[in-house]
Every structure is written in structure tokens, then in C-alpha cells.
């Protein structure tokens, strides 16, 4: 394996009180997926779904790093990204199911949310194609002439579309605050990157058209975070884009129906048992006396009851007035609220 | 409380399964993330975890049986500090959710393409004059006409800015952006790099960034490699987002045949943009057209497709002398009044429409020839309440015959004012073949004169 460049030894000095959040963020995530995975079960879902229950750490490293006004867009597999920059866990429930309490009034589903109050461009649905939307964003905050930087998140599979190198050399061409994070969940769908990518390391490809990059232990929250700040000041500084490669697992299959017959069961069960980020940090909490058992299983209550909370609203949700099959086709004017 | 465990639906088609093998017992401890059970569904044999954690209280469907019901209670979970004595059988009343309405279960037809009016809905014509009478005029290209749009547009908005190939530096593949670097600078006049696909996504989330892009395609011949963004991102996502996110983009650039450039090079995408909804679709002959749609297309908030010709470019027409000038979507142009047979056409198609109607005027053939300017959406009225009068109807475009938005035209006119006809509808059309390069077979593949002239005997029973 190539030499690697990783910020993932340079901790951050983290408190007890931001160590607790992150706790609460990643759990957040992980038992909204495990419900949502229930509620498809009982066919209140439909359609695709994918879950990013094994990937917490990712998203919540990241958002620690980004300030308000900061963009993020990703790909189908949106839920987590959605709960870690703050959507209510209700509307992206609501949207599962296909209600009009959805972020789309029901009319987008798992693949295709957004919220212009948080910042979140998507939810997209064909691979990569987020990618030059994401340079995009950094596009029109370098117009205005803010500080913003947009996270622009997709897989591994993602990674060999030629859509993303048109875009990674526009993006150090012109500049673009845009940090491309390639979440290396090891698997396109059931194709292992071992069976689809001659060169397995993904970010050292952003050399080939000047941008600086590193991989990163996604397993690890505090060294996604370390990465994340890294990227951050190099973007703000207008230093150009920057490429964080972070390596990360899927716990559970591509979508819903997924046979899992691509990799062996004992896999999975090692990354959950070892490389677990949710664990990890649990382990952090009660062996540096930052949290006792007690705290750590009220937050479990807590995050129990949104997430009990938010299936509720997404059952009761009505499905959306048969009126807005013709509504949002065409606007009027431009969607308000500013997404500078 | 105790919870039951459910039979999963484990794609979108199963209804029901078989429980292929238990890896867990009763008395059994999980967490959720562990695997419960195989299930073979329709499609595949997959492992089924658990979503809470527990103790495994009562197995209810023992492995191996086949044909359980999405839904049924297959097992029987028990929270800490409760036992198995604590399960009610309810293996007969667990509520199964209803069904959620697939598409199958939408009784609702599939509306017309239009928002079809009711009977006593007479169409009228939209037909009105662009600008006050007297306004002073001055002759100009096309190729200027656009390039005064963009300019004025970029004046009044920074917002404003135009991407694509040589449209900086080298002034425009086809002169169309002229100037526009000198006057506005690198940052809102941008040359992009041969990356189609790259290029129109970056718009796209400029667009949704607060922006408004101009995209040029040096032809729409090369927008093919854009089209997923085009289609998938700028048009739907509006609707997707339950009109959260607005794109407010305009694709622009030449598109149709031009001269012994052959078929790759010489396709018109009309149709294929016009049936997409979110997508404006707008196509005009004149220059003073190409400019008032043009400047509308800029400050509209969704995604306007632009389709130019390279042949019009450097025709000369007069171009209304006003500060602001634009002209809206929806509205079509009647160029000639007449009472005989109406000629339907829009972009390149007027060349030969106005021509043909000329020549038939020196026969008595008294032809009304409609300029459509926009496809989507569609003046359809105006088309209507003019063939309500002729009763005849010919179609004229440059584009494939299958499929064609003369098609679409024709079975409006079929469905709304099929009583009203005395002929059936003739499209005149791009014929079904790629363009070949050799000069006289590239005249063949196109629509003609003599062919309009041929289809308007015909409907006119001449």
C-alpha cells in the first residue's frame, strides 16, 4: 500500500461534554437506521433503502469540523448525513415512509431529501453525480466571496466514475472550496474495491490533478474530526480543494435486499466487534471517567425516544393530498430562503 | 413490554417467504445487529437481524416453513427482567399494516399531457403583438440578438454568469459571446475544460447555490454527455425536494442539423427535452425572439433548455429597439394570418413554413403560419383556435419523425379538436435515417419546401 498521509495520529484535545455528543450523534444514527430497517420490514418503506448503520463516525467527525453556512451533499445513502447536520429525525423518518410530513412532503423518499435551512443539498440518487454538484456549491461560495467550504460526500464505488475527474480538475483549476470526502465502505453494492479498482487507494488519485489529500480512520470519530479541520482551514484559506479518503465499513447490506453473499459473515461480525466507532468512543467515555454507566444509558433512553418518536409521526404522517401529484414541477419564483 | 418479532418484507416484491433456518434459540440473549434468522425470499436467501435488543422468549414459525406471510409474528422478544411467561398469544390479532397504495392501486388515469380544459373551454388565441406599435427597430443577427440578451441580463444581475467551452477567450465557438470577456471579466465569463458531464453538474449546484448559470454546449450534439445532470439533476429536483430547491439554469447552444457536419453532429433534441417534466424547453426562429425568450429564460427560476441553430445565426431580422425586452414562455407567434391551413412550426422549421406559405399564396392557397417559440410550455391554444378555423394542419420541424413534437402536436389536435378537422394532421419532418455527410443526401434527410407545399395540397385536397 502507498505511503500514507493521515492526520489520524493528531488527536484532538476533545472535552468530555463534545466526546458525549459525538456519543449521542453516532447512537442517533444508528438507532433511526435500525428502526427504519424495522419499518421497511413491515412494509411502511418502500422502494430502495440504504443504511449507514457501521459508517457513523464518518458524518459526525465531519460536521465537528464545519461551521453554520458550511454545505454538505452526498448520495443515496443520505439518512445519516441528514440526522448529523441536524434535520429532525421526524421529517426524515416522515419521508421514508412517504408522508407529507417527509423533508419532500413524500415526494422524494430515502434516496432524494434536502433541507435548505440546514445546508443539505441531497440525497442523490445516481452515483457520483453529486460530485460536480457538490463543486458546484464551492462554486457559488467563491462567486460571492465567503468563507463557506461544501462537503461533498460519495463512495467507493462512486470513485471510478468519470464524472468525478472532470470535476476534480475543474475544482483545483478554479479553486473550489470543496472538500471531497470518498467514503471507502470497501463494497459497491456487492462488489468488493479489490475485485473493481486497479489502484486501491483512492485519494492518492487527486495527485494526478494537484489536490492535496489523505486517508483517514473512519472507524475512529476524533480522527475523522482531525481530518475534517485539517480540510476545513485548507479550503477557507482558499488553498483550493482538498480530498479526505476515509475508511469506513458497511454493517449492513447495499439495500434492503441485499444477500450478503459477497462477503463472509465472520467479516462483518470482526468490524463490529473490533473497529465499532460507536463502542470505541463508549469505551473513551467510562475508562477516562467522563461518563458512568448510568449517563451513557440515559442517553440510550433519550435517543430511544426521539427515534420511537419520530416512527410514531412517520406512521401517522398522512400520505401526501393526491393534489400534490401536480404541485412542484415548475416554480413560480425562486424557493425562498437565501442558501448562502 | 414483550415484542414481537415480525416476518420481514426484505425487498420491495416480497409478500411472503420462507424461514429457511433459525441461528438463534429460545433463552437466546441478542443485540440488535445480530443475525436472527435466514429468510429465502423471491429473490435471494438473506440474513435477518435484530433491531432491539433482547432475549429470544418463544420461537413461534420453526425453520423450514415455507410460506410465511410478510408481517406474521415469527418470534417473540423479551426485554430485560421479563420472562417467557410474560407472552400473550397474539399470534392471530397483530394488526398487519395496510398495504401502501403502489402505482397499481391509483385508480386516477393518466392525465393528458396538458392540463386538458373541459368541453365548454373554447381555445383562444394568445397570439398578440410582442411590443407597442411604432416602436423603433433596428435590424439584427441572431448571433447579436443573443449576446445583447446575456449582456443586459448580466448588467442588471451578478448573479449572472456564463460557463462552457471557448466562450472567453476565443469569443464563442460561434461568436455568440463576443465581447462579453472583455466587458465582464474571468469570473463571470468562464472557459471550462472538454467536460460536458463535469461541467453542466458544476451549474447545477451553482444553481442551487444561490446562482444563475448560463451553460453553453458548443452543440446539444455534446450535451449528451450531460444529459443524467440535465435530466436527473436540474430538472427533478424541485419536485424531489417538494419545492424546496429551486435550479434556476439556462442550457443554451446550437442544436439540429447545421451544414455537412453528418450525424453526429447534426441532431435536434427538441423532443427528447420537451417530454421531461421541470424542464423549459424553448426554440426560436427570429432574432428578436432568440432575445426577448432568451432574457425571460434568464430570470426564470427553473431549467431552460435553449435550443439555437447555427444556419439562424447569421440571419437578420428586426429586433425591437427597447431597454428591457422580453417574451414570455406559453406565447406563441402567428407570422401569418390565414384562412386556408395552419402551418405549425418553431425554430429552423419557420425557414421553410414562411417559404412554403409564400409560394402557396401565389397559388390561392392561403396558409396561417404559427411560430411555436417554446415547446414546454406549449402556446396550445393558439394552435387550436387556429386549426378550429383552417381545419387543416401541417407540421414542419427538422427532428426525427418517431416520437416527434409534431406528433405530440397532431394527437392534440386529434384529441381536442378532432371534429373540427377535414384532413388529418401531416408532420413534415427530419427523415428516419442519421444524417449522412454527402450533400445531396444530406438535403434529402432534411424537410423541404416542395414537401410542405405537398402536405398543404394534400390536407387542402388540392
Known amino acids: ?340 | 413490554m414483550a415484542t414481537e418479532i415480525l416476518m420481514p418484507a426484505l425487498s420491495p416484491t416480497m409478500e411472503e417467504g420462507t424461514l429457511a433456518k433459525w441461528l438463534v434459540k429460545e433463552g437466546d440473549t441478542v443485540a440488535s445487529g445480530d443475525i436472527l434468522a435466514e429468510i429465502e425470499t423471491d429473490k435471494a436467501t438473506m440474513e435477518f437481524e435484530a433491531v432491539d435488543e433482547g432475549t429470544i422468549g418463544k420461537i413461534i414459525v420453526s425453520e423450514g416453513t415455507e410460506g410465511v406471510k410478510v408481517n406474521s409474528p415469527i418470534a417473540v422478544l423479551l426485554e430485560e427482567g421479563e420472562n417467557a411467561d410474560d407472552i400473550e398469544t397474539t399470534e392471530q390479532s397483530t394488526p398487519v399494516p395496510e398495504p401502501l397504495d403502489g402505482p397499481e392501486g391509483r385508480a386516477d388515469p393518466a392525465p393528458a399531457a396538458t392540463a386538458a380544459p373541459s368541453e365548454e373551454d373554447v381555445p383562444k388565441s394568445n397570439a398578440s403583438p410582442d411590443w407597442p406599435e411604432g416602436t423603433e427597430m433596428v435590424t439584427q443577427t441572431v448571433r447579436e440578438a443573443l449576446r445583447d440578451a446575456m449582456a443586459e441580463e448580466m448588467r442588471a444581475d451578478d448573479n449572472v454568469f456564463i460557463m462552457g467551452e471557448e466562450v472567453a477567450e476565443y469569443q464563442g465557438a460561434y461568436k455568440i459571446t463576443q465581447n462579453m470577456l472583455e466587458e465582464f471579466g474571468d469570473r463571470r465569463v468562464i472557459d471550462t475544460p472538454i467536460t460536458e458531464h463535469g461541467f453542466a453538474g458544476i451549474g447545477v449546484g451553482a444553481a442551487f447555490g444561490g446562482l444563475r448559470p448560463i451553460v453553453e454546449f458548443m452543440t446539444f450534439n455534446f450535451a449528451m454527455q450531460a444529459i443524467d445532470q440535465i435530466i436527473n439533476s436540474a430538472a427533478k429536483t424541485l419536485y424531489m425536494s417538494g419545492g424546496q430547491m429551486g435550479c434556476p439554469i439556462v442550457f443554451r447552444g446550437p442544436n439540429g442539423a447545421a451544414a455537412r457536419v453528418a450525424a453526429q453532429h447534426s441532431q435536434d433534441y427538441a423532443a427528447w427535452y420537451a417530454s421531461v417534466p421541470g424542464l423549459k424547453v424553448v426554440q426560436p426562429y427570429s432574432a428578436a425572439d432568440a432575445k426577448g425568450l432568451l432574457k425571460s429564460a434568464i430570470r426564470d427560476p427553473n431549467p431552460v433548455i435553449f435550443l439555437e441553430n447555427e444556419i439562424l445565426y447569421g440571419r437578420s431580422f428586426d429586433v425591437p429597439k427597447l431597454d428591457d425586452f422580453t417574451i414570455p414562455f406559453g406565447k406563441a407567434r402567428i407570422w401569418r394570418e390565414g384562412k386556408d391551413v395552419t402551418i405549425v412550426s418553431w425554430g429552423i422549421g419557420m425557414t421553410y413554413a414562411l417559404e412554403a406559405a409564400e409560394k402557396l399564396s401565389e397559388e390561392g392557397i392561403d396558409a396561417e403560419v404559427i411560430d411555436l417559440r417554446t415547446l414546454r410550455p406549449v402556446d396550445y391554444d393558439t394552435v387550436l383556435a387556429s386549426v378550429m378555423k383552417t381545419n387543416r394542419c401541417v407540421t414542419v420541424e427538422e427532428g426525427f419523425p418517431v416520437a416527434s413534437f409534431s406528433d405530440h402536436i397532431a394527437s392534440t389536435i386529434m384529441q381536442r379538436a378532432f371534429d373540427y378537422l377535414d384532413a388529418p394532421v401531416i408532420t413534415c419532418t427530419g427523415k428516419d435515417v442519421p444524417m449522412p455527410y454527402a450533400a445531396n443526401l444530406e438535403k434529402l434527410a432534411l424537410t423541404s419546401v416542395p414537401e410542405v407545399i405537398e402536405a398543404v395540397k394534400k390536407v387542402t385536397y388540392r
Not at chain 1, 440525497?123 to 460571492?144: C, E, R, S, T
Open chain 1, 1 to 340: 500500500m502507498a505511503a500514507r498521509r493521515s492526520a489520524a495520529k493528531a488527536k484532538p484535545n476533545v472535552s468530555a461534554d463534545e466526546l458525549k455528543q459525538y456519543y449521542r450523534d453516532m447512537l442517533l444514527i444508528r438507532r433511526f437506521e435500525e428502526k427504519a430497517g424495522q419499518l421497511y420490514g413491515m412494509g411502511l418503506i418502500g422502494g430502495f433503502c440504504h443504511l449507514y448503520i457501521g459508517q457513523e463516525a464518518v458524518v459526525v467527525g465531519l460536521e465537528a469540523a464545519a461551521k453554520d453556512g458550511d454545505k454538505r451533499v452526498t448520495s443515496y445513502r443520505d439518512h445519516g448525513h441528514m440526522l448529523a447536520c441536524g434535520m429532525d429525525p421526524k421529517g426524515v423518518m416522515a419521508e421514508l415512509t412517504g408522508r407529507e410530513g417527509g423533508y419532500s412532503k413524500g415526494k422524494g423518499g430515502s434516496m432524494h431529501m434536502f433541507s435548505r435551512e440546514k445546508h443539505f443539498y441531497g440525497g442523490h440518487g445516481i452515483v457520483a453525480a453529486q460530485v460536480p454538484i457538490g463543486a458546484g456549491l464551492a462554486f457559488a461560495d467563491k462567486y460571492k466571496g465567503n468563507d463557506n467550504v461544501t462537503f461533498t460526500y460519495f463512495g467507493d464505488g462512486a470513485a471510478n466514475q468519470g464524472q468525478v475527474y472532470e470535476t476534480y480538475n475543474m475544482a483545483e483549476l478554479w479553486d473550489l472550496p470543496c472538500i471531497f470526502v470518498i467514503e471507502n465502505n470497501q463494497y459497491a453494492m456487492g462488489t468488493s474495491t479489490k475485485r473493481s479498482t486497479k489502484s486501491p487507494s483512492y485519494w492518492e488519485r487527486g495527485a494526478a490533478y494537484g489536490i492535496e489529500g489523505e486517508e483517514v480512520d473512519g472507524m475512529d470519530v476524533l480522527a475523522v474530526k482531525a481530518a475534517g479541520e485539517k480540510a476545513v482551514a485548507y479550503c477557507r484559506a482558499g488553498k483550493g480543494p482538498y480530498i479526505l479518503e476515509v475508511k469506513t465499513y458497511r454493517y449492513r447490506g447495499h439495500s434492503m435486499s441485499d444477500p450478503a453473499k459477497y462477503r463472509t459473515r465472520d467479516e462483518v461480525q470482526k468490524m463490529r466487534d473490533e473497529r465499532d466507532a460507536i463502542e470505541m468512543v463508549r469505551q473513551m467515555l467510562l475508562t477516562g471517567d467522563h461518563a458512568t454507566e448510568d449517563d451513557l444509558k440515559a442517553i440510550d433512553k433519550e435517543i430511544k425516544e426521539i427515534v420511537n418518536e419520530s416512527a410514531e409521526f412517520a406512521k401517522e404522517s398522512p400520505e401526501p393530498d393526491e393534489s400534490e401529484l401536480w404541485t412542484d414541477i415548475y416554480a413560480e419564483e425562486l424557493p425562498q430562503g437565501e442558501a448562502v
